[in-house]
């Protein structure tokens, strides 16, 4: 039941949101309807496959028993194929031409026929070698040239036909193929896991070590679920200059570029459409995990011509055993803070450069999301609520009774959830988001336990998680550091936002809450040490207190008007909030919708990125490097 469960997992999420539509300057939106991906799961069906896993069953019949289960749970217009190596040709143990030739693509990509498919599954016996850099260059003709396309490998073995069938999948990705491979080794010796590690790492995916068939269901479980909504950056494509001279020119909205360790800055003009308007930066990427080199760092810096304006780090620390983004949010105000005597060329300028420069990290290429936001000024700032960062200490609820959830790999694929409480089934390794409104005069308190009776020997051995918030920019709200949770405890742990107030941002030294729209919870569960994949079925509760109140004016808006609440942006409205004694309330909307901010001014609507605009963190705080 477990491999059932977790191979359900995987599939379903490349299925249901591989990308997001790119997000045009002016107005900034997300696609509602999410675009369907194509995923291909390619099996092992060597001769070592006949081997039996502790359970009992051989590798092969846990496997087949596994992919029957996952066909089963899928919707009948999901894109799914299924390719198998080694079922054809017995080599003897032997690399004959013959052998390193089969793989066959025995249930094309289509529309599923799941009677087809299942009998199919069925058929499958294990028998003779393991060409896995020939069964990938086929799967990519599987796949064909357009949208999302997504590889779930399952291997017990490395490569028998090439010494190396990683360098093969560097020249797909190298090459822009939009393309991502998970892999699965079911138990694997430690050259083979050097080998898929490779590949998924290549392959801009997550490798995981499935020692038995408990193990593989979870693996292939969340793998399948993530190849449905898979991390992926989106936005439009830009290639930064190595100097500011000649630098792209960009404007409010999401774009992509890749980003190498050592190649030095990567420069982009930044461009005010309206005068005195703030500005708003962030970057996100997901670099491979390995527990060894897990240190990552790219410098972000915004300068008006040779006057540095602000600088900060997105940063990921090598000795955690969090694979989570890496992220980080920069500021620049469009008039002077109360501390200046006027304002500079930073304010002012029409025109600001932004660098990034990957100082440290994995010699892999990595795609980057850049996300830019453009606020307004304001109208009688003075007369808004004061600045209060005030974060009530007193203890969140408990999750009860809550209901499934189905989070995404980064922001922009987060699902929008209503307040209540949630559950979702991590594995090791596992970071996931998921995004609420949060409205003016309001504030986020979020609390988050294992469920109950799931605290194994295995779990306790990853020791504790982590629960962060961020605002609609992806600046961090509360501390990481100050939000772990351990496992085993009896008591829940909780994070909680000051009061969404606009001259919040006035306040120094810490994380500011001054903009409504769009927060997020991540919740991270650290990387396995003993090279197991642990499952780890979590619970969390959402609350939003406070009415809305205190929303600002901006300028060349109509008198009176204001930003919309959040929940009202959105084509799509959220869920009703569940009843916690009703099973049969709604469950997450788990369209990537909007509820994004509308900026009202100069005759213009733009709306602003799919996560508004929050600031982060003053210039100190990000010059600190901090752990994603």
Same mark, same amino acid.
Not at 156 to 165: A, I, K
Not at 205 to 223: P, V
Not at 347 to 363: C, I, M, N, Q, Y
């Given at each position: 039941?477990?491999?059932?469960?977790?191979?359900?997992? /995987?599939?379903? #999420?490349?299925?249901?949101?591989?990308?997001?539509?790119?997000?045009?300057?002016?107005?900034?939106?997300?696609?509602?309807?999410? #675009? $369907?991906?194509?995923?291909?799961?390619?099996?092992?069906? !060597?001769?070592?496959?006949?081997?039996?896993?502790?359970?009992?069953?051989?590798?092969?019949?846990?496997?087949?028993?596994?992919?029957?289960?996952?066909?089963?749970?899928?919707?009948?217009?999901?894109?799914?194929?299924?390719?198998?190596?080694?079922?054809?040709?017995?080599?003897?143990?032997?690399?004959?031409?013959?052998?390193?030739?089969?793989?066959?693509?025995?249930? $094309?990509?289509?529309?599923?026929?799941?009677?087809?498919?299942?009998?199919?599954?069925?058929?499958?016996?294990?028998?003779?070698?393991?060409?896995?850099?020939?069964?990938?260059?086929?799967?990519?003709?599987?796949?064909?040239?357009?949208?999302?396309?997504?590889?779930?490998?399952?291997?017990?073995?490395?490569?028998?036909?090439?010494?190396?069938?990683? $360098?093969?999948?560097?020249?797909?990705? /190298? /090459?822009?193929?939009?393309?991502?491979?998970?892999?699965?080794?079911?138990?694997?010796?430690?050259?083979?896991?050097?080998?898929?590690?490779?590949?998924?790492?290549?392959?801009?995916?997550?490798?995981?070590?499935?020692?038995?068939?408990?193990?593989?269901?979870? %693996?292939?479980?969340?793998?399948?679920?993530?190849?449905?909504?898979?991390?992926?950056?989106?936005?439009?494509?830009?290639?930064?200059?190595? %100097?500011?001279?000649?630098?792209?020119?960009?404007?409010?909205?999401?774009?992509?570029?890749?980003?190498?360790?050592?190649?030095?800055?990567?420069?982009?003009?930044? =461009?005010?459409?309206?005068?005195?308007?703030?500005?708003?930066?962030?970057?996100?990427?997901?670099?491979?995990?390995?527990?060894?080199?897990?240190?990552?760092?790219?410098?972000?810096?915004?300068?008006?011509?040779?006057?540095?304006?602000?600088?900060?780090?997105?940063? =990921?620390?090598?000795?955690?055993?969090?694979?989570?983004?890496?992220?980080?949010?920069? =500021?620049?105000?469009?008039?002077?803070?109360?501390?200046?005597?006027?304002?500079?060329?930073?304010?002012?300028?029409?025109?600001?450069?932004?660098?990034?420069? =990957?100082?440290?990290?994995?010699?892999?290429?990595?795609?980057?999301?850049?996300?830019?936001?453009?606020?307004?000024?304001?109208?009688?700032?003075?007369?808004?609520?004061?600045?209060?960062?005030?974060?009530?200490?007193?203890?969140?609820?408990?999750?009860?009774?809550?209901?499934?959830?189905?989070?995404? $790999?980064?922001?922009?694929?987060?699902?929008?959830?209503?307040?209540?409480?949630?559950?979702?089934?991590?594995?090791?390794?596992?970071?996931?988001?998921?995004?609420?409104?949060?409205?003016?005069?309001?504030?986020?308190?979020?609390?988050?336990?294992?469920?109950?009776?799931?605290?194994?020997?295995? #779990?306790?051995?990853?020791?504790?998680?982590?629960?962060?918030?961020?605002?609609?920019?992806?600046?961090?709200?509360?501390?990481?550091?100050?939000?772990?949770?351990?496992?085993?405890?009896?008591?829940?742990?909780?994070?909680?936002?000051?009061?969404?107030?606009?001259?919040?941002?006035?306040?120094?030294?810490?994380?500011?809450?001054?903009?409504?729209?769009?927060?997020?919870?991540?919740?991270?569960?650290?990387?396995?040490?003993?090279?197991?994949?642990?499952?780890?079925?979590?619970?969390?509760?959402?609350?939003?207190?406070?009415?809305?109140?205190?929303?600002?004016?901006?300028?060349?808006?109509? %008198?009176?008007? !204001?930003?919309?609440?959040?929940?009202?942006?959105?084509?799509?409205?959220?869920?009703?909030?569940?009843?916690?004694?009703?099973?049969?309330?709604?469950?997450?909307?788990?369209?990537?919708?909007?509820?994004?901010?509308?900026?009202?001014?100069?005759?213009?609507?733009?709306?602003?990125?799919?996560?508004? /605009?929050?600031?982060?963190?003053?210039?100190?705080?990000?010059?600190?490097?901090?752990?994603?």
């Amino acid at each position: 039941m477990r491999i059932l469960a977790a191979l359900t997992t /995987a599939v379903i #999420v490349a299925l249901t949101g591989a990308a997001q539509a790119a997000l045009p300057a002016a107005a900034a939106t997300a696609s509602d309807e999410p #675009v $369907p991906g194509k995923l291909l799961l390619m099996l092992d069906a !060597s001769g070592s496959m006949k081997a039996k896993d502790p359970s009992g069953l051989t590798k092969i019949e846990a496997a087949k028993k596994a992919l029957t289960g996952v066909v089963g749970a899928l919707p009948d217009t999901a894109q799914v194929g299924l390719r198998v190596y080694g079922a054809k040709v017995d080599g003897k143990g032997k690399p004959t031409p013959a052998a390193c030739a089969d793989s066959q693509l025995i249930h $094309p990509i289509a529309n599923l026929d799941k009677t087809k498919l299942t009998s199919t599954i069925a058929a499958i016996k294990a028998l003779g070698e393991t060409p896995i850099a020939h069964s990938l260059q086929e799967a990519l003709k599987d796949l064909g040239t357009e949208g999302k396309r997504n590889i779930v490998l399952v291997s017990d073995g490395e490569e028998s036909c090439v010494p190396d069938p990683c $360098p093969v999948i560097k020249k797909l990705t /190298a /090459a822009g193929v939009d393309l991502q491979i998970d892999t699965v080794g079911f138990g694997v010796n430690a050259k083979a896991r050097q080998q898929l590690q490779c590949i998924a790492d290549a392959g801009q995916g997550t490798y995981y070590d499935a020692k038995d068939a408990a193990a593989l269901a979870t %693996s292939l479980g969340k793998l399948s679920q993530r190849a449905l909504r898979p991390f992926t950056v989106t936005g439009t494509p830009v290639v930064g200059t190595a %100097s500011a001279a000649g630098a792209p020119s960009i404007t409010a909205g999401q774009y992509t570029d890749t980003l190498m360790t050592g190649e030095g800055r990567r420069h982009y003009t930044l =461009r005010r459409t309206m005068s005195g308007s703030t500005l708003r930066v962030a970057v996100t990427m997901r670099p491979p995990y390995t527990e060894t080199a897990n240190q990552e760092l790219v410098r972000m810096r915004l300068t008006v011509a040779d006057q540095p304006c602000e600088d900060g780090l997105a940063a =990921r620390i090598g000795s955690s055993a969090f694979a989570g983004l890496v992220t980080g949010t920069l =500021r620049l105000s469009g008039t002077k803070s109360l501390r200046q005597a006027k304002a500079t060329d930073c304010e002012t300028s029409d025109t600001v450069t932004l660098s990034l420069d =990957r100082e440290d990290g994995s010699a892999t290429p990595n795609p980057a999301e850049i996300l830019v936001m453009e606020e307004p000024p304001v109208e009688g700032g003075d007369a808004l609520p004061p600045a209060d960062d005030d974060r009530p200490q007193q203890v969140a609820p408990a999750p009860v009774n809550p209901m499934p959830v189905v989070g995404g $790999p980064t922001f922009s694929s987060a699902p929008r959830i209503a307040p209540g409480s949630w559950k979702e089934t991590f594995v090791s390794g596992e970071t996931l988001f998921y995004r609420i409104p949060v409205g003016w005069g309001q504030r986020l308190r979020v609390s988050v336990a294992s469920a109950p009776g799931s605290v194994t020997d295995e #779990v306790r051995r990853l020791t504790h998680y982590a629960p962060v918030l961020y605002a609609p920019d992806r600046g961090i709200v509360g501390e990481a550091s100050l939000s772990y949770g351990s496992f085993g405890q009896k008591r829940h742990t909780q994070q909680v936002s000051a009061e969404v107030r606009y001259r919040n941002r006035e306040i120094p030294g810490s994380p500011v809450v001054d903009l409504a729209g769009d927060y997020f919870i991540r919740i991270a569960i650290p990387h396995s040490r003993q090279d197991a994949t642990a499952e780890v079925p979590m619970m969390f509760r959402v609350e939003v207190e406070g009415t809305v109140e205190g929303a600002p004016t901006y300028a060349g808006a109509s %008198s009176g008007s !204001s930003t919309p609440s959040p929940s009202a942006t959105s084509e799509r409205t959220p869920p009703t909030t569940p009843a916690e004694d009703d099973p049969t309330s709604d469950r997450a909307d788990t369209d990537n919708g909007s509820g994004w901010l509308v900026w009202l001014g100069l005759g213009l609507v733009a709306v602003l990125g799919a996560l508004g /605009a929050a600031y982060t963190v003053i210039r100190a705080r990000l010059r600190g490097n901090r752990t994603k």
